[in-house]
Each structure stands twice: as structure tokens, then as C-alpha cells.
């Protein structure tokens, strides 16, 4: 008896999925009738999504390197920083753009 109750506990809960997952599609076919403009809005939301990473990315690794830029001073791990630092200096001065 008790697998009868886990299997009909089971069906509910699938039929209540079913339901909801019909509402969401009707509502998006109801408020995303011209599929042009859903993926016009979605390619130009796209690509400012990657805009934005690629700018935040660059914000984020400047403010990590300016930081250990700091730390080049302290005896054990100074050198690992100026190396690290002069590496990416060369590089740059290598790729200019």
C-alpha cells in the first residue's frame, strides 16, 4: 500500500508540473507573439551582456594587479609580485595595440 500512495503522490505532482509548465508556455505566447522582436531584443541583450563582462573582466584584473602591486615590497612573496608584474609589463610592451 505504501508504493501505491508514493506512486499517486508521484502522478499529482507530475499532473501539477504539467499544469504549470502549460500556463508559463501560454503566457509566453500570449505576451511573445512577434518571435522577430523576442530575437532582436535577445541578440542586442547578448551582446551587451558580453560587452559588459569583457569590460568588467578588464576593471576587475586592473584592481587585482594594482593591488598586488602593493605587496611588492614584502620579502618572500615581493619577488613573485615584480616578476608577475614585469611579465605582464613585457607583454604589453610586446602587443601594443
Known amino acids: 500500500m505504501k508504493w501505491l500512495r508514493k506512486m499517486a503522490k508521484t502522478v499529482r505532482e507530475n499532473e501539477q508540473k504539467g499544469a504549470q509548465e502549460a500556463l508559463m508556455e501560454e503566457i509566453f505566447h500570449d505576451m511573445y507573439h512577434e518571435r522577430k522582436r523576442i530575437y532582436k531584443i535577445n ?13 568588467g573582466g578588464t576593471i576587475i584584473l586592473a584592481l587585482i594587479i594594482s593591488i598586488l602591486s602593493l605587496f611588492v615590497n614584502i620579502p618572500v612573496i615581493g619577488d613573485f609580485f615584480k616578476n608577475t608584474r614585469n611579465t605582464i609589463e613585457q607583454s604589453q610592451q610586446s602587443n601594443p595595440q
Open 43 to 55: 541578440f542586442v541583450r547578448g551582446i551587451f551582456f558580453g560587452l559588459g563582462s569583457a569590460i
